[in-house]
């Protein structure tokens, strides 16, 4: 599969898919929208890819948004196209951005600008790192562009409905410091760093058991928001799904027999174990 305008990349079970048009500040036209939609589908559907990590070419831009140029060629005009986007049967307007049943981990390593959809892609990551140099906005205010990727619905859920509307309302542009303190961030690091440690987190979480950290992603994104009781009986639905698995006989063996390697003199599988 030959793209252009994104870049697909296989590091053992870790995909890096990267906006690919750093001379347009790796904003999203119609072409793009098309090798997006192929990548994330690839991606989900291999079986040998655990982990995909977002990020963008150069030093510049994570994804600045849509091609504006050519948002007559992105949006829908017709009533069939209105009405089947309006029911939420299209995956997007710059992508598959509108996903949600995606739980696999994804992380944004976001090594510039992002701003309008490229922050409506950052949140669709489950966890963002930022340059030092990185900035946020819903910078398309300005210009009367809605935002239609899932920024209106995954910003509140990352930091809450009040910095979400500060950011929505007034399109304000926040750097990386501001962005971590409001918990938009997960983690700052130096310029050029960010692919590196993604990349770093990714592996780790491709080492680990996968069918119970899928279905806890599964629980926590379909629970969110419903009342406790309804989130309780999804999670139970997800745990039994995946508690039955031979991932988790194994582990148990592991457990009881004392030789899985966070107890063991190797390094520690999962991040953060301290040790005597």
């Given at each position: 599969?030959?793209?252009?305008?994104?870049?697909?990349?296989?590091?053992?079970?870790?995909?890096?898919?990267?906006?690919?048009?750093?001379?347009?500040?790796?904003?999203i036209?119609?072409?793009?929208?098309?090798?997006?939609?192929?990548?994330?589908?690839?991606?989900?559907?291999?079986?040998?890819?655990?982990?995909?990590?977002?990020?963008?070419t150069?030093?510049?831009?994570?994804?600045?948004?849509?091609?504006?140029?050519?948002?007559?060629?992105?949006?829908?005009?017709?009533?069939e196209?209105?009405?089947?986007?309006?029911?939420?049967?299209?995956?997007?307007?710059?992508?598959?951005?509108?996903?949600?049943?995606?739980?696999?981990?994804v992380?944004?390593?976001?090594?510039?600008?992002?701003?309008a959809?490229?922050?409506?892609?950052?949140?669709?990551?489950?966890?963002?790192?930022?340059?030092?140099?990185?900035?946020?906005?819903?910078?398309c205010?300005?210009?009367?562009?809605?935002?239609?990727?899932?920024?209106?619905?995954?910003?509140?859920?990352?930091?809450?409905?009040?910095?979400?509307?500060?950011?929505?309302?007034?399109?304000?542009?926040?750097?990386?410091?501001?962005?971590?303190?409001?918990?938009?961030?997960?983690?700052?690091?130096?310029?050029?760093?960010?692919?590196?440690?993604?990349?770093?987190?990714?592996?780790?979480?491709?080492?680990?058991?996968?069918?119970?950290?899928?279905t806890?992603?599964?629980?926590?994104?379909?629970g969110?928001?419903?009342?406790?009781?309804?989130?309780?009986?999804?999670?139970a639905?997800?745990?039994?799904?995946?508690?039955?698995?031979?991932?988790?006989?194994?582990g148990?063996?592991?457990?009881?027999?004392?030789?899985?390697?966070?107890?063991t003199?190797?390094?520690?599988?999962?991040?953060g174990?301290?040790?005597?």
């Amino acid at each position: 599969m030959t793209f252009s305008e994104i870049a697909y990349e296989q590091h053992g079970p870790v995909v890096v898919i990267r906006f690919n048009r750093p001379e347009q500040r790796n904003c999203i036209g119609p072409v793009t929208h098309l090798e997006l939609l192929q990548a994330w589908t690839r991606f989900r559907d291999d079986e040998q890819a655990l982990v995909a990590i977002i990020t963008g070419t150069g030093d510049k831009a994570f994804c600045a948004g849509g091609d504006l140029k050519a948002a007559a060629q992105l949006v829908p005009h017709s009533p069939e196209e209105v009405a089947a986007h309006d029911r939420g049967e299209r995956p997007g307007i710059i992508g598959p951005s509108r996903w949600t049943d995606l739980y696999k981990p994804v992380i944004a390593a976001v090594n510039g600008v992002a701003y309008a959809g490229g922050l409506e892609w950052a949140c669709f990551a489950d966890m963002r790192i930022a340059e030092e140099h990185a900035s946020f906005g819903v910078t398309c205010r300005r210009w009367n562009i809605g935002l239609g990727d899932g920024g209106t619905q995954r910003l509140p859920r990352i930091v809450g409905m009040g910095r979400a509307l500060e950011l929505i309302l007034t399109g304000k542009v926040i750097d990386a410091q501001e962005a971590y303190r409001i918990g938009l961030v997960n983690e700052v690091v130096p310029k050029g760093h960010s692919l590196a440690r993604a990349l770093e987190l990714a592996n780790a979480l491709a080492q680990l058991p996968q069918p119970a950290l899928r279905t806890d992603k599964e629980a926590a994104i379909r629970g969110y928001g419903l009342p406790l009781a309804e989130g309780l009986k999804i999670e139970a639905q997800c745990f039994n799904r995946s508690v039955h698995q031979a991932e988790t006989r194994e582990g148990l063996r592991q457990f009881i027999e004392r030789d899985h390697p966070d107890r063991t003199r190797q390094p520690p599988r999962t991040p953060g174990i301290v040790r005597d």
